[in-house]
């Protein structure tokens, strides 16, 4: 064998070596880390029988089985918003707090720990797997909704973009009569966003910290991936004339245009002139180890897990509420929970409270299959009926995303993340082996990683000479959006997880958000059996306004496409002219052309609302500005189905928001009640 070939053998096995150690090395530390996720998760109880007491058949068999165990609050839902409730409501050593989840813990998972990981977890048991009814104004299309069935909840599988909304969406809110409304104003609700916030400034984004929250249990900072094309999406924003600021998320509000944030778990934390688009880079929920953070992973820490007052009861789905209803107003009483369908129930009960944190399908679900919302609904699914308030299930709103495709040059494109062909699969290696090793790269992408917000009203954006008359202004004030663009080095048409249409090659996607949609849509009983899945309904694009702000959104997706530098960065080739998948050629279509992209792919950006919305019960209200269900007594809802209307902007941090003040009310509720 020759000195050349020895060299070249030599040479290979030293790196076929090293390669091996390298990911030996990363198996240690992830086996590290997972051994950690089940040392936590011991804290967990799975089986039903630790929590509660078993429902006997027969009336005699059932007194005759003795007490139920009883909590000070009961919450239903370990998501986004039950975790929250459960951390804050702990704290108090007085306060004996049961979390009854549907699945189980994220910790440990990884395609929860990888920022670009989450489309994974679609279709799985870890998500309910839930899908619209056909929408008739809408391309008469089903729409998959992912919902996460596991600690934490959408904040495991959502793309992890943290914006808290236009300061003039709280003062809407506010405006209602009801006693308390007032507090929910940006002036006094801000106080909840900088409660959990824990800003770490950046020397190469600077921004005013002092609007920023410094000493909450989730640090927020400059991580994730950035990719070139998001960069020069943003600077296609500057070239059209539109401002950058470096900060969107404070009193100052939501306009102007800035690097991306994310969270941060903290382990031991104590307790003008009209602007009328702002190009932001996406504030995300990744910390600077590289990983999702979830609100289970900031709120219930170890720390958390060991106290005795708190006790969390996994694979426990709530069935019904029960009810004393001996009084002049029914009282919630405690919960039925079972493990599965066919599986055998069981009690608790609840001294104080019931809180709904389920989320804004399963919510309005539970409530519905506890003899609570329309009386004509409840009586054809043969439910009886314990409180008649109509406003159940309704108003439900949701922000529809309409996604723009086109390709790319060469390495300006994330689509190997999703590999459909073996290079593709043979790229992503090494930056998996990055991720393992550094926490840094692609990986760490939350697939979309710039956004921008535009008014759809604007004259200079939308002249009335080429559109015609302004559609009509459905925002929350002059200084709030209606539409956000999402750029992402990524592309797919529908959220499904599974894009079998998608063309081979490097592509990227700017996606067009309706963020103040005029159609409401519902969630309803299928049957009585609570392990139906609800009848969901967004009714989407139902009215000619959210169809018009959608067109002039797409013109202006379209619009930054053509527009230096990010114009640079497109390389169709002559046969993508006829590829339907492509939008290059879309804006040479005209309206017409636009319209029907936007009614043949309107889909869901994951941000269901209002289902049990805050508001008087006269203007089909379910909850009063303390978030108590109205006409009942101990039952309270803290997610986003109180919303009284959908925010412009993402839903997550004002859940947590809205979670944080309900702790606060609770808590003052139950202190007041033993004077």
Request: aromatic share 6%.
């Amino acid at each position: 064998m020759s000195l050349t070939r020895l060299t070249r053998f030599g040479t290979r096995r030293l790196l076929l070596t090293s390669a091996s150690v390298i990911l030996l090395g990363c198996a240690v530390a992830r086996l590290a880390s997972q051994l950690k996720a089940r040392a936590q998760r011991k804290r967990l109880l799975r089986r039903p029988e630790d929590v509660g007491r078993r429902v006997e058949d027969g009336e005699k068999a059932e007194r005759d089985a003795g007490p139920l165990p009883e909590f000070d609050v009961v919450i239903v839902g370990g998501g986004t918003a039950g975790c929250v409730l459960a951390s804050r409501l702990s704290e108090d050593a007085n306060i004996k707090v049961l979390l009854l989840e549907a699945g189980g813990s994220a910790k440990g998972l990884l395609e929860v720990l990888v920022p670009a990981g989450y489309t994974r977890l679609f279709h799985t048991k870890v998500d309910y797997d839930l899908y619209t009814t056909a929408q008739p104004h809408a391309g008469g299309r089903k729409s998959f909704w992912p919902r996460a069935k596991m600690l934490g909840g959408c904040s495991c599988i959502n793309a992890q973009m943290f914006h808290a909304g236009a300061p003039s969406d709280y003062d809407e809110w506010a405006k209602s009569d009801q006693e308390g409304a007032a507090d929910w104003a940006f002036a006094e609700f801000q106080k909840y966003f900088l409660k959990f916030e824990k800003f770490i400034p950046h020397e190469l984004f600077p921004v005013d910290a002092s609007l920023r929250g410094s000493s909450g249990p989730v640090e927020v900072g400059y991580f994730g991936n950035f990719s070139n094309f998001c960069s020069k999406f943003i600077d296609a924003c500057g070239q059209i004339g539109i401002p950058h600021v470096p900060d969107v998320n404070t009193v100052l509000g939501t306009l102007g245009a800035t690097k991306a944030l994310s969270y941060r778990l903290v382990r031991d934390p104590h307790h003008t002139s009209e602007l009328t688009l702002i190009p932001v880079s996406a504030v995300t929920y990744i910390n600077s180890r590289g990983e999702r953070t979830t609100t289970e992973s900031a709120y219930l820490t170890p720390a958390v897990l060991q106290r005795p007052n708190l006790t969390i009861a996994t694979y426990a789905s709530v069935t019904k509420v029960l009810f004393d209803t001996a009084g002049a107003e029914p009282r919630a009483v405690g919960v039925e929970f079972s493990r599965g369908r066919g599986q055998p129930r069981y009690r608790v009960k609840a001294r104080g409270e019931v809180v709904l944190s389920a989320g804004a399908v399963h919510t309005p679900h539970i409530l519905l299959l506890s003899g609570i919302g329309p009386a004509a609904q409840l009586a054809a699914a043969r439910m009886p009926l314990v409180v008649e308030l109509p406003g159940i299930g309704q108003h439900l709103m949701d922000h529809p995303v309409v996604n723009t495709a086109f390709r790319v040059a060469r390495g300006e494109s994330l689509m190997y993340l999703e590999p459909r062909a073996l290079r593709e699969h043979v790229r992503r290696v090494p930056r998996l082996v990055q991720w393992l090793l550094t926490g840094r790269g692609p990986l760490t992408s939350n697939v979309v990683e710039a956004v921008a917000f535009a008014r759809a009203t604007d004259p200079v954006l939308f002249p009335p000479a080429e559109f015609g008359a302004p559609c009509a202004d459905a925002t929350s004030g002059a200084r709030a959006p209606d539409i956000e663009l999402l750029a992402s080095p990524c592309a797919w048409r529908e959220s499904s997880g599974r894009h079998p249409d998608v063309p081979a090659g490097e592509l990227a996607t700017i996606g067009v958000v309706l963020l103040r949609p005029t159609s409401t849509g519902s969630i309803t009983l299928a049957s009585a059996d609570p392990f139906d899945a609800p009848i969901i309904d967004p009714n989407y694009l139902a009215t000619a306004h959210d169809v018009a702000v959608l067109v002039r959104g797409v013109h202006l997706a379209l619009r930054l496409a053509r527009t230096a530098p990010l114009a640079a960065l497109m390389a169709p080739s002559p046969a993508d002219a006829s590829d339907a998948f492509l939008d290059h050629l879309l804006h040479a279509g005209g309206g017409a052309a636009l319209e029907a992209a936007v009614r043949t792919r309107a889909d869901t950006l994951y941000h269901p609302t209002s289902t049990a919305r805050m508001a008087a019960r006269g203007a089909g209200g379910v909850v009063d500005a303390r978030l108590r269900v109205h006409g009942v007594r101990g039952l309270r809802v803290a997610d986003a189905s109180v919303f009284p209307t959908i925010v412009s902007g993402h839903t997550a941090a004002p859940t947590i928001a809205v979670a944080e003040k309900a702790a606060d009310m609770i808590k003052a509720d139950l202190e007041a009640s033993k004077k």
